[in-house]
């Protein structure tokens, strides 16, 4: 079955770095693209990053661009976000998100998330 | 960037009820629309894709529809499990957008 388990979530102080993993299982990794979401507590959705399943174009929310970079391992069916110069707005829990190859597929499968918390 | 406006924010209803969430695209998106179901301290999960797919395993008191820029969510008789926070994504461009959420309560 599709497994995608985050980690790497702790609490950070501002201005510090963190990298998430999520490892993926149950599916051809290689074959499908990847994005995180986040959620900071009480709030809604928000996306944060999109790449390719053979990593050739990545994309980014405003808010984090320039701080965040995702990226992936196919051989070790593993995705990244390395992110940088963290705020305290940063503080949520990040999904990652499975789609499929094809124009507009919705985000099918998310794993449990991870949560980040930046704070003094 | 697309906007995406979802209404209500929060409703309150019985089991049984007709529920409708409706959501609004700042631009066309032409079907592109998901639709989410999240409870608290869990994932989302996708109900809907493409506007009115309704996914494998999802009871079908859920449906979607589209009207122009303006996408529905009814659940046709609200089950004890359908307490929860539903979501309205598009996935037209991009730049992904989630719509604010509307939780559904008792």
Known sequence: ?120 | DIQMTQSPSSLSASVGDRVTITCRASQSINNYLNWYQQKPGKAPKLLISAASSLQSGVPSRFSGSRSGTDFTLTISSLQPEDFATYYCQHSYSFSWTFGQGTKVEI
């Open chain 1, 1 to 120: 079955q599709v497994q995608l388990v985050e980690s790497g979530g702790g609490v950070v102080q501002p201005g510090g770095s963190l990298r998430l993993s999520c490892a993926a299982s149950g599916f051809t990794f290689s074959s499908s693209g990847m994005h995180w979401v986040r959620q900071a507590p009480g709030k809604g959705l928000e996306w944060v990053a999109f790449i390719r399943n053979d990593g050739s174009n990545k994309y980014y929310a405003d808010s984090v661009k320039g701080r965040f970079t995702i990226s992936r391992d196919n051989f070790k069916n593993t995705l990244y976000l390395q992110m940088n110069s963290l705020r305290a707005e940063d503080t949520a829990v990040y999904y990652c998100a499975k789609v499929r190859e094809v124009p507009g597929s919705p985000f099918d499968f998310w794993g449990q998330g991870t949560l980040v918390t930046v704070s003094s």
